[in-house]
């Protein structure tokens, strides 16, 4: 009984450890949206995270559908918002299929990765 009562005063206080948390930054949002069809070619791209990242150790790779890099482009967390990447382009993108590959590390170091695509007509 006694046993019982001091787990649930553990319990209580929340000092009973629960395991770690699994906590990893995923895509939740992106402008042009996951596999969108845009009638103009963006100046940038925004990647919405579950959580933070952090800009170090993230990156994007944006490739036309044919597999050519789109260069230059420069890759940022947003300064009032650090769930955002911003992928800032040089020039609007051309209309084709664009392949959006992503890599994060969370704030909490946790490393995700993913890819999409969308697509910009004339």
């Not at 990156?59 to 769930?83: E, F, I, K, M, N």
């Amino acid at each position: 009984m006694r046993n019982m009562m001091l787990v649930m005063a553990l319990l209580g206080l929340g000092l009973v450890p629960t395991g770690p948390a699994a906590a990893h930054a995923f895509l939740k949002a992106a402008v042009p949206a996951v596999g969108a069809t845009v009638t103009e070619g963006p100046h940038e791209l925004r990647l919405r995270f579950s959580e933070g990242v952090e800009a170090a150790f993230s990156g994007v790779t944006l490739t036309t559908g044919d597999d050519q890099r789109v260069q230059p482009v420069t890759v940022a967390v947003d300064p009032a918002d650090s769930t955002i990447l911003v992928v800032t382009l040089t020039a609007p993108l051309a209309p084709g299929l664009y392949k959006v590959q992503w890599h994060v590390v969370s704030v909490d170091t946790h490393k995700t990765q993913g890819r999409y695509d969308f697509t910009v007509t004339p």
